[in-house]
C-alpha cells in the first residue's frame, strides 16, 4: 500500500507568526483517521518552531524545501541534509522547478542532493516536470526520463523504497493553469512505469507520485480520482488553511475508496 501524501510548499512566503498561526490551523483541522501523511514545507528560520508545533500530530511531519549538495564547509549561506536531519527534518524537497530555473540546480547536482538526504536517513521529494514547449514539441516524455535517470537513476532499490516523486509540469506551477486528470494520470502511469524499467516491479508499485502544479480545492477531487496518483504537493493553495485543509480531505476521500 503506497504512502498518502499531501504537502504544503510555502516558499519564502509568511513571516514567523502566519506560519505558526497557519500550524496550529493544520493541526486543528486535521484529524488522524485517514491514513493521508501531511507535509509542511516552512521557510527554514521556521522550522524548528513547526516542528515543535506538530510533535502532537503524528501525521504531520517536515520537509525541507532545499539542502546543499555538500556535507559542511566554507559554504556561506547553506544548509546540510546533515543538519536539517539533526532538527528533526524527515523530508527534503528536491528538483523543483524554481531550483532549477533560478538556481542552478541541473541534474548532476540534483543527484547529489538526493544522496546526501538519503544518507542522513530522510526522504527526498523529487520534483520532476517538463516546460510548456517541452509539451508543445512532444517531449514531454523525454524529458521526464531523462530528469529521473539523470537524478534519481544511481539509487539502489532499497535507497528508492525512501524517496517520493512529484509531478509537476512546470507550465502548472503558480499559473493556476491545473494539468488535466487525462494528463496527469498519464504521466504518472508512464513514470511508474519507468520506476519498473529501471528498478524494479516493486519499486513501481510502491512509490507515492505526487502531482503538483495549481492543485486546489476545486481540481483535488477529480485529480486524485486518479489511481496512480498518490497525493499533492501544494504550492499557493497551501497558504490558506481553508484550501489546504480541503485538498487534504479530497485525499482522505480518496484513500477510503
Ligand atoms: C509548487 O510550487 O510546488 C506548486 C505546485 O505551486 P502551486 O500549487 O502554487 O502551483
Wanted: hydrophobic share 40%.
Amino acid at each position: 500500500m503506497r504512502k498518502k501524501i499531501v504537502a504544503a510548499n510555502w516558499k519564502m512566503h509568511l513571516s514567523f507568526a502566519e506560519a505558526m498561526a497557519l500550524t496550529d490551523a493544520f493541526l486543528h483541522g486535521l484529524d488522524d483517521s485517514g491514513g493521508l501523511e501531511v507535509l509542511i514545507a516552512p521557510p527554514f528560520p521556521y522550522i524548528h518552531e513547526v516542528l515543535n508545533g506538530i510533535q502532537r500530530h503524528p501525521l504531520i511531519s517536515v520537509a525541507a524545501q532545499n539542502c546543499s549538495e555538500h556535507n559542511n564547509g566554507a559554504y556561506t549561506g547553506e544548509v546540510s541534509a546533515y543538519m536539517l536531519a539533526s532538527v528533526g527534518v524527515e523530508f527534503v524537497i528536491t528538483g523543483h522547478s524554481e531550483r532549477r530555473k533560478y538556481y542552478g540546480d541541473i541534474p548532476e547536482v540534483i543527484s547529489r542532493k538526493v544522496d546526501r538526504i538519503l544518507e542522513h536517513r530522510m526522504s527526498p521529494l523529487f520534483c520532476c516536470g517538463e516546460t510548456l514547449e517541452d509539451r508543445n514539441s512532444g517531449k514531454h516524455f523525454d524529458v521526464i526520463t531523462g530528469q529521473i535517470r539523470n537524478s534519481l537513476g544511481h539509487l539502489s532499490v532499497e535507497n528508492m523504497k525512501s524517496v517520493v516523486i512529484a509531478y509537476e509540469p512546470v507550465w502548472a506551477i503558480g499559473t493556476g493553469i491545473n494539468a488535466t486528470t487525462k494528463q496527469a494520470g498519464e504521466m504518472h502511469r508512464f513514470i511508474r512505469n519507468l520506476l519498473s524499467e529501471i528498478f524494479s516491479d516493486d519499486v513501481s508499485s510502491g512509490t507515492s507520485i505526487l502531482y503538483g502544479g495549481s492543485l486546489k480545492p476545486d481540481n483535488a477531487t477529480e485529480l486524485f480520482s486518479c489511481e496512480d496518483i498518490d497525493g499533492g504537493l501544494v504550492g499557493g493553495s497551501s497558504l490558506r488553511a481553508t484550501e489546504f485543509l480541503t485538498i487534504c480531505r479530497a485525499m482522505e476521500t480518496a484513500c477510503s475508496r
